[in-house]
């Protein structure tokens, strides 16, 4: 499975951390995470870290959801690493480093170096390979026997949703636009169907492909739509994905991650081509995302033989100003 695109930052440290060894050991505390709320990319992370409650094996730093011209940054000096800017630790792993500065980013304590920001292998190393470290009740998020249809259907919907948005947004042709929104409305066409008669996306259990899809899903109405000129319709006129979004919202672990007012900031401020006072619009009308779902009727196990994580640690809550109600 690969996720190189154009519209990306495709520079990429591609380090693996896992159980068994090699440059990245796993091990608790060694690692922090620095994340965007904003980044769809950076939300898998956020998410797949919560469902396995590694919230005490692996401390996060959020960024300032703003930038300047040094790129990402923290909202204050970070109390672990020291640093104020992301590219302090791909200067430090990689000294004359000039591509991009990306969000999400692994970044290995004792020597301050990027240890990953590879998004292909971050939130599935997350999912399979700190199990000593996981909560009781974890689930299974990449189920050995779901594991094809899985990538698969990740393939899909990077390509044709989680990038397909960006590709339609920043277009510099009505071809390339044209595109781009086709591909992206089959892709959701798709997933309306599938997600009718089922739950979730593979098998019954919430799955990283879940994670996936709900992040892109979780900025649709809020950014895409709008700002990215995504408008054959908006989320909420898709039942089934629309319910489905909404049942993984209400789910711990999914909504309680996501912080509506810092995406807006960061997309309408710092994504500025097509606007250049930076004004950041005042809806949609959050409220939505909080009314029943229903889909408690397709069935569904969501943690399989788990539970739902507990609430998020308090230094961590989305602030009222980003929470829907
Ligand atoms: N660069 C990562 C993908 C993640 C990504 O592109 N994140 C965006 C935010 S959604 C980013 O940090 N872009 C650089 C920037 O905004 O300065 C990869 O290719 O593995």
Request: charged share 25%.
């Amino acid at each position: 499975m690969s996720e190189d695109t154009s519209v990306m930052s495709a520079t990429r440290f591609n380090g693996r951390i896992r159980r068994n060894g090699g440059a990245w050991p796993v091990e608790a505390g060694r690692y922090r995470l620095l994340a965007s709320r904003a980044c769809p990319f950076a939300g898998r992370s956020l998410i797949v870290r919560r469902l396995m409650g590694l919230e005490p094996a692996i401390s996060v730093a959020f960024t300032d959801p703003l930038q300047d011209e040094r790129g990402w940054r923290l909202p204050a000096p970070d109390p672990v690493l020291g640093i104020r800017f992301l590219s302090e630790p791909y200067f430090a792993a990689a000294p004359g480093y000039d591509a991009g500065v990306s969000v999400p980013v692994m970044v290995d304590v004792p020597s301050g170096k990027v240890a990953t920001n590879d998004i292909d292998t971050l939130s599935i190393d997350l999912a399979t390979e700190w199990g000593e470290h996981a909560r009781r009740g974890a689930p299974d998020l990449y189920p050995e026997a779901h594991r094809a249809e899985i990538d698969e259907l990740n393939t899909d919907v990077f390509h044709n949703v989680a990038i397909a948005v960006y590709e339609a947004g920043m277009a510099e042709t009505q071809e390339a636009y044209d595109s781009a929104y086709q591909r992206l409305f089959d892709c959701l066409d798709r997933m309306e169907e599938r997600l009718t008669g089922r739950r979730y996306l593979v098998g019954d259990t919430i799955t990283e492909a879940d994670v996936r899809l709900f992040n892109s899903l979780a900025r649709f109405d809020a950014i895409y739509h709008g700002y990215f000129k995504c408008n054959r319709n908006l989320l909420a006129q898709m039942p089934a994905l629309w319910a489905y979004a909404r049942d993984l919202f209400q789910t711990p672990g999914f909504g309680d991650t996501v912080d509506f007012d810092d995406m807006k900031r960061h997309y309408f401020t710092v994504l500025d081509a097509g606007n250049p006072h930076h004004i950041v619009a005042g809806g949609p009308d959050l409220s939505g995302w909080l009314a029943p779902h229903g889909r408690d009727a397709l069935g569904g196990r969501p943690f399989g033989e788990g539970t739902p994580p507990g609430p998020p640690p308090a230094a961590e809550a989305v602030p009222p100003a980003g929470r829907p109600g």
